[in-house]
């Protein structure tokens, strides 16, 4: 195999053995398959493209557009254009997955579930690590800098698991590393044939020729080793002073799993996986417990939160403004008087494992109670955590009513204000035309929207041979309801959001309710709401009704009473009738059950007293350590960028300082400047010649750098002391060396662009040279240590031979 070929080996191997720290982040591994794949065929375009040959940039150009078609066609087929291409279609589905994917890391709790947006950020994060580790170490042929995005790779993975990535995978990155550094070695060996250590040192980097013969040799592959390690100091080094930061991916105590299991909590932005998993608990643990005074609690349905915006990517929540918490909320929209609603009062308590960023309650709540940092969000009417606060062991008291619409009442149901119909009947251009096309053949013959909408529902519970099954792949894009419409296979989250999109297809406006249905009934007369209650349903818009549930999902919650088609017109169902003591009225507080246990009464899950003995978290924010700690992570981050211009600076002052009178100082100071002024060309683009004199170097400088009048003569005037202190017995001394510099710099500022100018200051090309000084420190270090170590390798030889001599 040719070195070209072993490298290209290497640097897979080394950004896969890289990426592997990342599994523990994950619930599935299947997208480090996708990886494996995806790495291997880049760095393949990349070893073709070599061979041909093409010019260096242009075969990264071309791994760059082969790796976009291989990544169009795992994540956005549909949308390609004859399913390979991306076009505008493809780019829209991208920037939404990657839009989702970003929420969900922020939601989710480790290891985070495989969904299609972290999957793409993951999945074209590493193959873009892989491009540019490809290009750095073969096609440049400079394996040492190859570490840097193999360092943030992994350091990513460093500073989102908890307690760090562990030294197993630290050891796995750091070979991988290694690999590519020794492979680098062999393949540069190979090339110069035996390199014996009597090579001078000009023969590997330019040094404004001052250097003399007899030096060391460069050693590229050790300054490669070098740079390895110091890297991977950094790796070590950085994680551990990050402070571990709070919420989503980078905690699990807000997982709601217990143990870190991650099931439970339902997030507020993409609620399939989660949901998902709650539903596939084996354990059914205990989420909420709560008393109600309703007759019935079938139609209790506790909401978290409402998706009210589909990009074709998922269902999500619309970012809005949230307000203080009114003592009464306001009342509901679009609900006329003439709908009958009757108020009831429940007392919740969550377990104490339990977070949730939003407070699951009855719609329409009309009054809630509870201690803590809680905001009201108007047009979903949910009560959003402020500043960390969680539903995590939170004990309230809510108010809601009991809506009772008749068929009648919906049938009559007039159009649905503009603005609301405009927002709440919006689908995506990449939604599937079966979608809308299927809505239309099962509401044929309907008469209004509220025909329409019981006939979805029928369609979905009944009548189109759909089955419920959690254990389907997860999805909740354009591309999943497509696929659940076919296969006719999925659970809660498919059936709604299928159904709302359906609607929507049709001008019914329509958004997605996520919560939990409500619950089981315990003897001591209170329900029980577990993991596996956990649910999602369609809403309705209905003009005088207001929002309205409607349930697709077979097996599961129950079916309005008002969508049942004995339900008789005119008049409620009387099994939804409440009770005769219950009061239209809001009452002060819910009421006690008279045969409430004294053990609940000393909890204070019975009645008023769930209000009182409820107390909110008092999490007051993060501490000031972590603060601190932030601060000064972000701080070293900011500076790291401008450790080149920092050192830069610093090494002009030196150079260009005062050094001493003696004529050994003068002689000194007069290379120092020549040393800074050939570094400032060099910072501007012109890079140092070693096998030029002063002389021509000088002339090069002038002619390279386009100088003209004073910094042109302050160049050859600098060149002529220099040549007086290489050549003259007695060099005489020049003055203002250093105002000639600066001239010569401001020349050589003046005569470029302004990109070039930014790159001379953050970035100066110079700035090599502290790799190659610590490099020489490192070896000067080396050959001491080895040196010492051969003396007493001979001392001990001396030894062990003494007692023979004696003998003789």
């Known amino acids: 195999m040719s070195g070209r070929g072993r490298l290209t080996l290497c640097a897979t191997a080394a950004t896969l053995m890289a990426a592997a720290s990342l599994l523990p982040l994950i619930e599935s591994a299947s997208w480090f398959l996708q990886v494996v794949l995806l790495v291997s065929l880049q760095a393949g375009v990349g070893a073709i493209a070599r061979r041909v040959p093409l010019a260096r940039a242009l075969t990264v150009v071309v791994q760059a ?113 290694l690999l590519l550094l020794l492979s680098e070695g062999r393949d540069r060996l190979s090339q110069w044939g035996r390199v014996f250590g009597g090579a001078p040192r000009t023969a590997g980097r330019p040094t404004a020729g001052l250097d003399t013969a007899g030096g060391s040799a460069r050693a590229p592959v050790r300054t490669g080793r070098r740079i390895g390690v110091t890297a991977l100091g950094i790796a070590l080094v950085i994680p551990a002073m990050l402070p571990a930061l709070d919420g989503g991916l980078l905690n699990t105590a807000g997982s709601g799993g217990g143990a870190g299991t991650g099931g439970g909590t339902i997030s507020a932005v993409n609620p399939l996986v989660s949901l998902q998993n709650s539903l596939n608990e084996p354990e059914d643990r205990e989420v909420l417990r709560y008393r109600t005074n309703a007759d019935r609690t079938q139609d209790l349905y506790l909401r978290i939160v409402a998706l009210d915006q589909f990009d074709g990517a998922a269902w999500k929540s619309s970012e809005r403004r949230i307000n203080d918490v009114p003592e009464r909320l306001p009342s509901p929209p679009g609900l006329s008087p003439e709908v009958r609603a009757t108020e009831i009062n429940s007392n919740v308590s969550a377990a104490g494992w339990y977070s949730q960023t939003y407070l699951p309650l009855p719609y329409p709540a009309t009054k809630v109670a509870v201690d803590g940092r809680w905001r009201y969000e108007p047009t979903g009417r949910t009560l959003v955590g402020d500043r960390g606060q969680t539903t995590r062991g939170a004990r309230y008291s809510v108010s809601s009513l009991i809506v009772q619409p008749t068929s009648e009442q919906l049938s009559a149901a007039a159009p649905a ?136 999902t077979p097996s599961r919650g129950s079916v309005p009473d008002y969508t049942r088609a004995d339900t008789p017109a005119g008049r409620a169902s009387d099994a939804a009738r409440p009770r005769p003591s219950t009061s239209v009225a809001p ?80 002689d000194a100071r007069t290379l120092a400047a020549w040393r800074e002024i050939t570094d400032s060309a060099w910072d501007y683009g012109i890079a140092p010649d070693e096998s030029l004199t002063p002389r021509k170097a000088a002339a090069r400088i002038v002619r390279l750098g386009g100088l003209e009048g004073t910094p042109a003569e302050a160049v050859h005037r600098v060149a002529g002391a220099v040549e007086q202190v290489l050549y003259a017995p007695r060099p005489q001394a020049v003055s203002g060396l250093a105002e000639d510099a600066q001239r010569i710099r401001a020349g050589l500022r003046a005569v470029v662009g302004r990109v070039a100018r930014l790159r001379a200051v953050l970035a100066p090309r110079s700035a090599v040279r502290v790799v190659w000084e610590l490099s020489e420190q490192w070896n000067a270090l080396v050959n001491r240590w080895g040196t010492r170590r051969w003396n007493l390798d001979r001392w001990a030889v001396a030894l062990r031979r003494r007692p023979f001599r004696q003998r003789g």
């Open 417 to 552: 204000p503009s603005g609301l119909l405009r927002e709440y009947t919006k689908v995506p251009d990449s939604l599937p035309d079966v979608v809308r096309s299927t809505a239309l053949d099962v509401t044929q013959g309907a008469a209004n929207d509220y025909e329409r909408a019981v006939r979805l529902q029928d369609w979905f519970a009944t009548d189109g041979g759909f089955t419920y099954d959690t254990q389907v792949r997860s999805g909740s894009g354009t591309a999943a309801i497509s696929r659940f419409l076919r296969d006719k296979e999925g659970f809660c989250v498919h059936f709604a959001f299928s159904m709302a999109a359906m609607a929507r297809t049709m001008g019914i406006p329509a958004r997605v309710a996520v919560g939990f249905t409500p619950g089981t009934s315990q003897p001591d007369g209170t329900m029980s709401v577990g993991l596996r209650d956990a649910h999602a349903w369609p809403e309705l818009y209905f003009e005088g009704v207001g929002w309205t549930r409607f349930e697709p």
């Open 65 to 177: 557009l082969v790796t976009l078609v291989l990544l169009t066609m795992m994540f956005t087929m549909d949308e390609a254009i004859g399913g390979v291409l991306p076009g505008p279609d493809a780019f829209r589905e991208f920037g939404g997955l990657l839009s989702t994917g970003a929420e969900e890391v922020g939601r989710y709790a480790i290891p985070a579930p495989a969904t299609d947006g972290i999957k793409l950020m993951l999945v074209a994060g590493v193959v873009l690590i892989a491009l540019a580790v490809d290009a750095l170490a073969v096609t440049f042929r400079s394996a040492a800098p190859a570490g840097l995005p193999l360092l943030a790779l992994y350091s990513v993975a460093a500073g989102l698991s908890p307690g760090g990535a562990g030294w197993a995978w630290f050891l796995l990155a750091a070979c991988g590393y």
């Open 587 to 666: 009452s002060a507080a819910p009421s006690v059950s008279e045969s409430c246990p004294a053990d609940l009464r000393k909890q204070g899950d019975c009645g008023a007293t769930a209000a009182q003995g409820g107390a909110g978290p008092t999490d007051t924010g993060p501490p000031a350590r972590t603060v601190i700690g932030v601060g000064l992570g972000v701080l070293l981050v900011a500076l790291l960028p401008t450790l080149p211009l920092l050192w830069r600076t610093r090494v002009r002052a030196r150079r260009l300082g005062s050094g001493g009178r003696t004529p050994a100082n003068a």
